[in-house]
């Protein structure tokens, strides 16, 4: 049974970021994406802290965040940078 609670709060998550998204005027998309970087950054922590309290199967998989976690931030970063030299004058 708590595999399908999981289960629905992560299919109605998708939903609603995407809808949210979708939503978003392009003149805060790169708030919104300095949002998402600080967010990513607390799951790049979180990440770090099950590879050391999560036994064998935890270890690998906080690995696995980390990695993922941390390409999330970088791309962020690159994204968010990318949109703020669009408005910069010439």
Not at 26 to 46: F, K
Request: aromatic residues 8%; hydrophobic residues 55%; charged residues 10%.
């Amino acid at each position: 049974m708590e595999m399908i609670n999981i289960l629905t709060v992560f299919i109605l998550a998708i939903f609603v970021g995407f809808e949210i998204i979708t939503k978003v005027p392009p003149t805060l998309h790169t708030p919104l994406m300095s949002g998402s970087n600080a967010i990513s950054g607390i799951a790049v922590v979180g990440a770090i802290i099950a590879t050391k309290v999560g036994g064998e199967t935890g270890s690998y998989l906080g690995v696995i965040a980390v990695v993922f976690a941390t390409i999330n931030v970088v791309g962020g970063f690159l994204v968010t940078d990318r949109m703020l030299k669009m408005f910069k004058r010439k």
